[in-house]
């Protein structure tokens, strides 16, 4: 197994006498609970199509219709592996999750918290020379 598995995805497998089912990675009708690995079993011999329906998280997806046949000889069938592009422009983590990319927010946060300080210095004060105006 290769250690850039990508969990997450959706696909829709039909079949003879109108199977049609939702398969997630991970879900239940996947048997091998390995993150990106899908594996269905229990097929009736005929003719399966699998289709993506939903990418992993920050990549594109892949709708290429993969055919396979299920019959006594073959009754284990091996895709291989599936590989998605990732996205442009949206970086992926470790964990898998999609990390959005802001550019100057680091520095602007402390910048508007200077700022509002400094707002508020100003504030107290005009305050403070109203009060001494006053008295």
């Not at 289709?51 to 920050?58: K, N, S, Y």
């Not at 000889?73 to 996205?87: F, K, P, S």
């Not at 520095?107 to 009060?131: D, I």
């Amino acid at each position: 197994m290769s250690s850039d598995l990508l969990a997450g995805s959706v696909w829709r497998l039909t079949g003879p006498d109108g199977f049609d089912e939702v398969v997630a990675d991970n879900g239940d009708l996947d048997v091998d609970k390995t993150d990106g690995v899908v594996n269905v079993g229990g097929l009736e011999f005929g003719e399966y199509t699998l289709v993506e329906e939903t990418a992993p998280v920050g990549y594109v997806l892949d709708s290429t219709p993969r055919v396979f046949t299920v019959t006594e000889e073959t009754a284990v069938v091996d895709l291989g592996q599936i590989t998605n592009d990732q996205q442009p422009g949206v970086p992926v983590g470790p964990d898998g999750d999609e990390h959005l990319v802001t550019t100057g927010t680091d520095v602007l946060w402390p910048l508007g918290a200077v700022g509002l300080a400094l707002g508020l210095v100003g504030v107290t004060l005009l305050a403070m020379k109203a009060r001494k105006r006053m008295s």
